[in-house]
């Protein structure tokens, strides 16, 4: 058996960080997915006799969810169709920005513990990209090559600047639609990006 000094296991826990907070943040998307479809399933019939949130009047057939009345939306649409994309998109930036953090921290650690500095970041150079590049000058090793750098820098970063600052995508994705409303992610796009995400962990 194979005896580690304590230096080396917080170095070896320090680089299992990224994977930790991935296998959080996918149980949260996991039980937001679970509640979501369970709300959705039951949204019609709530519509009709009443729930928490959600107030009926049989003589004027008013609805409201929230407050915000059926004279105003389209109830069915906004809560069954609506909610879902936004509660996607959500999952896309918070996936986002765990993985920019924890390769901050990571790459920062592991610098101080080796001693090591490492350039400016250069203008308009992307968080991650810069972080991926950090860490390959801290092991040495090609990084920014990998498949899942690649998918996440050229495709999923694009995605999420699209969805903050509101500009149509350069790139195209089988699992993402852009209409002239923004961008509809679907639920195999974010449990994609968890994958590579993940790939990227086991390289870390």
Request: with cysteine; hydrophobic share 40%; net charge neutral.
């Amino acid at each position: 058996m194979s005896v580690f000094s304590k230096k080396v296991d917080m170095e070896a826990c320090l680089r299992k960080g990224l994977s930790q907070e991935l296998i959080l943040i996918m149980a949260f998307i996991e039980q937001q997915d679970y509640q979501l479809e369970n709300y959705i399933s039951e949204f019609s019939e709530k519509l009709v006799v009443g729930g928490q949130g959600i107030k009926t009047d049989e003589y004027t057939d008013q609805v409201s969810v929230s407050n915000i009345s059926n004279d105003q939306y389209d109830l069915e649409a906004t809560f069954k169709q609506d909610l879902p994309n936004y509660i996607r998109k959500s999952q896309l930036l918070m996936l986002w920005t765990m993985l920019e953090d924890t390769l901050v921290y990571i790459v920062k650690e592991l610098s101080s513990k080796k001693n090591i500095s490492f350039r400016k970041k250069c203008n308009k150079e992307s968080i991650f990209i810069y972080n991926v590049k950090w860490l390959e000058e801290i092991d040495g090793a090609g990084l920014a090559s990998h498949r899942s750098v690649m998918f996440l820098n050229n495709n999923v970063r694009e995605i999420r600047n699209s969805i903050v600052h509101g500009f149509k995508p350069k790139v195209q994705h089988k699992e993402i639609e852009v209409t002239k409303l923004g961008v509809l992610v679907s639920g195999k796009y974010v449990r994609e990006v968890c994958m590579s995400i993940n790939e990227l962990a086991r390289c870390v």
